[in-house]
């Protein structure tokens, strides 16, 4: 497969990397004009209050400060932070600036000032009166409390998604397919467990960061570190009552998102500032302030039951959800559906499934878009449950999954019935090498159902898990990605595309895409990407769409740029453009006859062509109609240490289809990125709070991510695979590495010591005292 | 108050305040490279070696530089551009805000230790976080680089 291409499967250099490596101003605040005014944020120290009064003349009088901004300086507009499609499936109930506080870390007021120093001080000297209110911070008892977190009349839903603010609910979602309770009743084996994921944070390592500045023509400009700039845009001009037209939105290279930059959380307060004072201002947040007042990911509880015929086949599947979205509802509803939408269809072979319940408002930081969106929280519960069901009825557990996990050809109900925030799409999944992937996996890893644990030292079990995955590859029929393409004199070409390069390297794999379907290189490529002026719309970089959404366009506008490169040579020499063949940077007949090099054709259209001179420049644009998943297979060994309950992962195994890797070497990197980051969700990483709601993990010190020395090997292979519908039958990447290792981990806790926790993570106390219950039964 | 520090071969007069870190001093100076991620001395984007010995200048007092010899990895651009090959040809540079502080320490490693085995290697780079690659990508990239560069010095 791999020998077919010329650029794609090729481990090109990502094309920005060595300026990057190099030191190079790239990022937000490395650009931001030095005399930009430094807007800081007066923070909410509690988690639920009302403000009585702000009294900012002390600030106001420190020599540097130019102005302190509160609610009664913005126009009270309720508005979603979600970069989302249009209209947002988020409800709109989040005010720039608000009389009411609703979590530790909410914002109170903006201080505006010469520097760092002025700012910080000006922020100590604005008075607030605060009357407290009760606080909801325990999400099981969120629903129908007392106490009610968004009260305020003018927040709504854009559309139906069981919005019920009066009793703390920010959305609500059920189906069901057959009849659950009728099969479970007729199945020989039944697990009900329920299983709690917690709230784990982003930490890119580049704290959100956004300058603002009003340009020539009075137009605010944005120069953010997001992952969505059209969706920023648009949300910047609801919040802050402007035009479109007058806001321009940049992104310059980020480091890093995550999700964790799908959302509008600085810009408005730089913006607010720009727009009171006609200066430039910036916002870079310190890493407390990412921690605090950012998202996490949605804490849930998750009750699974699983039916099955004693021969393996399983018949039904029940999952009932409870999420907490925190202060704010952004994705709140979205990221639950998929918590049922990218998990469900692995065992496709069901009579009946049923998936629904609630997202709740708490008094906690917001939750939001973070990879795997649900699928992962999904994914333990359900992975969990499998292999409890396969140890009950005594079967292998990659036996069972083999038995009735997809394959492809086939399809699932869920995808028609599980959308964005509603109905999904029919989909047959045309490539689906699961099956590949679990057969491989196992060898990789020596995987031995008959031995799946002993004991390498006094008091250390070495043991292996496992659990599967799937993505999806953009949301189909709503996101939209485009890509224009110009040739420029001397033969290379200006691509420009409204994709969000977040650090994975997808300028450089698009690029790869045009020059591959135009048969050139890489070098002749030159590529300008997420600007709203500038580049053509997408929707940005999340939901594992760029390759295929972002892909697919501009493999079009290549189509376009060979089409219409011969109709220009054919029009030249006066031949019938079928008659024009363009190949290895040259055009020919078709009888093989050289008639001019590109690069001559270049400067022709340019300056020679007299009358017929034109600057040749196509578009693409494309919006799926399917969101082919990925898949993947992993395999985990580790040593449980009993004495001690510290688990040490030794080696994790990754086998993945995503359909051709576009790069070879940054889809592995992709994967063994996000192995990591499950990983220490499973292990450790998790969001603490004060009984009061304070975030105990605020920094670096208290929430530990993980560091290299902490994870033995990861091993991450490709299977071959072909997606038809994907650029050169590509398929995502980005998100699906970090579904597995909650469940894998846990199951092979249990393979090592018959401890099954299902609460996360996965840390030595808590394992601890799963094995002591087991070995007090 | 003033302090006159050698920076990348370059005398500086910078002032400063009493309280100030050195990331931030050197950011303002110009030295963007120098990047700030964690504020507490966790994370190792913003390191920069101080009279050769690599430092989270987040943590340190930009007071105690003075009179002292700084150095970013703009101040070895030639050595840091050779291990930039080896990051990008693994694709592990990524979104590269780390890439800075961690091509920095890699540099000190090998004067300091020269080509060591996997799990000094990992030890001595462990300050240096990222949250885009696992780390494989690098750890592949730095045995590349120490193997074929071994012997070099910068």
Request: glycine share 10%; hydrophobic share 40%; with cysteine.
């Amino acid at each position: 497969m791999a020998n077919q291409f010329s650029e794609v499967t090729k481990s090109r250099p990502k094309i920005d990397g060595k300026g990057l490596v190099t030191g190079r101003p790239a990022y937000t605040d490395d650009l931001a004009p030095p005399d930009a005014l430094v807007v800081r944020i007066l923070r909410s120290p509690h988690a639920h209050a009302k403000i009585l009064s702000i009294d900012p003349s002390e600030a106001l009088k420190l020599p540097g400060v130019e102005c302190v901004l509160t609610y009664q300086d913005v126009e009270r507009i309720p508005y979603t932070r979600a970069g989302q499609g249009n209209p947002e499936p988020s409800p709109h109930d989040k005010f720039i600036l608000d009389r009411y506080v609703r979590y530790v870390g909410d914002e109170v007021a903006v201080v505006a000032a010469v520097d760092e120093e002025t700012a910080r001080q000006a922020l100590a000297l604005v008075k607030v009166e605060y009357q407290v209110l009760p606080a909801v911070l325990d999400f099981e008892t969120a629903a129908d409390n007392p106490t009610v977190i968004h009260p305020e009349p003018e927040i709504h839903d854009m559309f139906p998604i069981g919005f019920e603010p009066k009793r703390n609910i920010a959305a609500a979602y059920d189906m069901e397919i057959g009849n659950v309770e009728g099969v479970l009743q007729e199945c020989d084996f039944v697990v009900e467990e329920t299983y709690y994921t917690q709230a784990q944070a982003h930490v890119a390592l580049e704290p959100h960061t956004a300058f603002t500045y009003l340009d020539l023509q009075g137009r605010l400009n944005v120069v953010t570190s997001t992952q969505n700039p059209f969706h920023t845009r648009r949300l910047m001009g609801l919040a802050l009552h402007l035009p479109l037209k007058n806001i321009r939105v940049q992104k310059p290279r980020i480091g890093g998102g995550f999700g964790g930059k799908q959302v509008v959380h600085v810009e408005p307060y730089a913006a607010l500032v720009t727009l009171k004072t006609g200066k430039p201002a910036k916002v870079v947040m310190t890493r407390k302030e990412v921690f605090e007042s950012t998202f996490t990911r949605h804490q849930m509880r998750l009750t699974v039951r699983i039916g099955a015929r004693r021969d393996g086949k399983i018949r039904a599947i029940d999952m009932q959800v409870l999420s907490n979205t925190g202060a704010y509802g952004e994705h709140a509803l979205t990221v639950f559906m998929v918590g049922g939408s990218k998990t469900l269809p692995l065992y496709n072979k069901i009579e009946a499934a049923k998936f629904g319940g609630k997202i709740v408002y708490t008094n906690k930081i917001p939750a939001g878009a973070f990879r795997g969106y649900g699928a992962i929280q999904g994914n333990f519960a359900l992975e969990s449950a499998i292999d409890e069901l396969a140890h009950k009825m005594g079967m292998d557990p990659v036996e069972l999954r083999t038995i009735n996990m997809i394959k492809e050809g086939e399809t699932s109900e869920v995808f028609k019935i599980m959308g964005e925030g509603g109905e999904g799409v029919e989909m047959i999944v045309e490539s689906c090498k699961l099956d590949y992937c679990v057969r491989r996996g196992a060898e990789l890893l020596g995987y031995n159902p008959r031995r799946l644990a002993y004991e390498v030292a006094p008091g250390i079990v070495r043991a292996q898990g496992m659990a599967i995955a799937m993505q999806g590859s953009g949301i189909p029929l709503i996101d939209m990605g485009s890509a224009n393409l110009e040739l420029q004199d001397d033969g290379f070409f200006k691509l420009h595309i409204g994709a969000t390069d977040l650090g994975t390297g997808s300028d450089t794999i698009l690029a790869q895409i045009a020059a591959e379907e135009l048969g050139v290189g890489l070098e002749d490529m030159v590529v300008y990407a997420s600007d709203t002026d500038h580049t053509p719309y997408d929707v940005g970089a999340y939901a594992s769409s760029t390759t295929y959404v972002s892909g697919n366009a501009v493999l079009k506008a290549a189509q376009e740029m060979k089409k219409a490169l011969r109709h220009a040579v054919a029009d030249k020499y006066g031949l019938d453009p079928e008659r024009v063949v363009f190949k290895d940077r040259e055009f020919l007949t078709d009888e093989g006859k050289k008639l001019v090099s590109l690069r001559d054709f270049s400067y022709d259209t340019l300056y020679h062509n007299g009358a017929k001179m034109k600057t040749i420049a196509t578009s693409g644009s494309y919006s799926g109609e399917k969101s082919p998943p990925p898949y993947l297979a992993a395999f985990v060994e580790i040593d449980v240490d009993t004495e001690t309950g510290k688990i040490d992962v030794r080696n994790y195994v990754a086998v993945v289809d995503c359909g051709t890797p576009i790069n070879t070497n940054l889809a592995k990197i992709q994967v063994e990125g996000g192995l990591l980051q499950g990983i220490g969700m499973a292990l450790y990483e998790d969001v603490r709070y004060s009984e009061n709601g304070h975030m105990l993990t605020n920094s670096l010190m208290s929430y530990t991510i993980p560091s290299r020395e902490d994870v033995g090997k990861l091993t991450v292979e490709f299977a071959e695979s072909y997606e038809p519908s994907g650029p050169f039958g590509a398929k995502s990447v980005g998100e699906i590495g970090i579904d597995t290792p909650l469940a894998a981990i846990a199951n092979a806790l249990y393979n090592a010591t018959g401890a099954r926790v299902r609460e996360l993570p996965l840390t030595p106390p808590r394992v601890l005292d799963a094995i002591r219950r087991v070995k007090d039964r | 108050m003033n302090i006159t520090v050698t920076i990348n071969g370059q005398k500086r007069t910078l002032e400063i305040e009493y309280g100030d870190m050195l990331t931030e001093v050197l950011r303002k100076a110009g030295y963007v490279e120098v990047k700030k991620g964690c504020d507490t001395g966790n994370c190792g984007v913003c390191t920069v070696l101080l009279d050769g010995t690599p430092i989270p200048s987040c943590s340190f007092l930009a007071l105690r530089a003075d009179g002292r010899e700084i150095t970013t990895i703009r101040g070895v651009e030639k050595e840091a551009a050779q291990f930039a090959d080896f990051l990008t040809a693994e694709g592990a540079d990524q979104c590269g805000f780390c890439s800075p502080g961690f091509a920095i320490t890699v540099l000190a490693m090998k004067r300091e230790l020269g080509n060591p085995d996997e799990a000094t290697m990992k030890h001595y780079l462990a300050g240096n976080l990222c949250r885009c690659s696992g780390y494989e990508g690098q750890l592949r990239a730095v045995k590349k680089y120490l193997e074929v560069s071994h012997g070099e010095s910068i």
